[in-house]
């Protein structure tokens, strides 16, 4: 079936601008995670969704960074003002119950943004 | 909070050896360990899992092995073949909600 998926593959963008990162989860996951690799770095969590609601933002870096997800399907993060320490891959995972027993994460692509 | 370490950096091995990176981690309540691969430029992909119950797990040339005394599990790769080519990332689960810590990665070069 169809695995994790994101858009846009790759954002290019100018410091302070606006940006917008989608995500299309397994269907039928109901955990959806959000983590960012910087470049030669491991994955870094940002927030984590059960349904529609998110328990743990723990992982934003700071205020400029939301993310809301919609019918416990797609998700976007939003990064307002973004600043050249925001360029990364954004990756969106997710795993059918989250803490449950069948909790294999399933990663997307990956979006690739860079801030000029 | 977790802190997950990662050994070593870079590894590189002869086609046909084996490989071994190791991973430690600080909290004990931690309860699942599983190891991704990630190609240049790909997703990271699950290749292997290991759950706070178990010592050790094989899948094939794969295997995993769990010292919860000591707080740090590894992975084996053996008889590794070029297309084992790649970055290893461990990971560690502490919380009920599933989110995971990663280490910082292992690039693994396999030359024939």
């Known amino acids: 079936g169809a695995g994790v998926s994101q858009s846009p593959s790759n954002k290019v963008t100018e410091k302070g601008k606006d940006v917008e990162l989608r995500c299309d989860p397994i269907?039928?996951?109901?955990?959806l995670y959000w983590y960012r690799q910087s470049l030669g770095q491991g994955l870094e969590f940002l927030i984590y969704?059960?349904?529609?609601?998110?328990?743990?933002k723990s992982g934003l870096p700071s205020d400029r960074f939301s993310a809301e997800r919609t019918g416990g399907s797609v998700s976007t993060l939003t990064i307002q003002r973004t600043q050249q320490e925001d360029s990364a891959v954004y990756l969106c995972?997710?795993?059918?119950f989250g803490g449950g027993i069948k909790e294999t994460q399933y990663f997307g692509p990956g979006t690739r943004l860079l801030v000029l | 909070g977790e802190n997950v370490e990662q050994h070593p950096s870079t590894l590189s091995v002869q086609e046909g050896d084996s490989a071994v990176i190791k991973c430690t981690y600080s909290?004990?309540?931690?309860?699942?360990f599983p190891w991704y691969k990630q190609e240049l430029g790909k997703r990271p992909q699950l290749i292997i899992d290991?759950?706070?119950?178990?010592g050790e797990k094989k899948d094939q040339r794969i295997a995993v092995t769990l010292n919860k005394t000591a707080k740090h599990f590894s992975l084996h790769i053996t008889e590794t073949q070029p297309e084992d080519s790649a970055v290893y990332f461990c990971a560690v689960r502490t919380d009920s909600w599933g989110k995971l810590q990663f280490g910082a990665g292992t690039q693994v070069v396999v030359t024939p």
């Open positions: 909290d004990s309540a931690s309860n699942y």
């Open positions: 269907s039928g996951h109901t955990a």
């Open positions: 995972a997710s795993s059918l």
């Open positions: 290991i759950r706070s119950n178990v």
């Open positions: 969704f059960q349904g529609n609601s998110a328990p743990d």
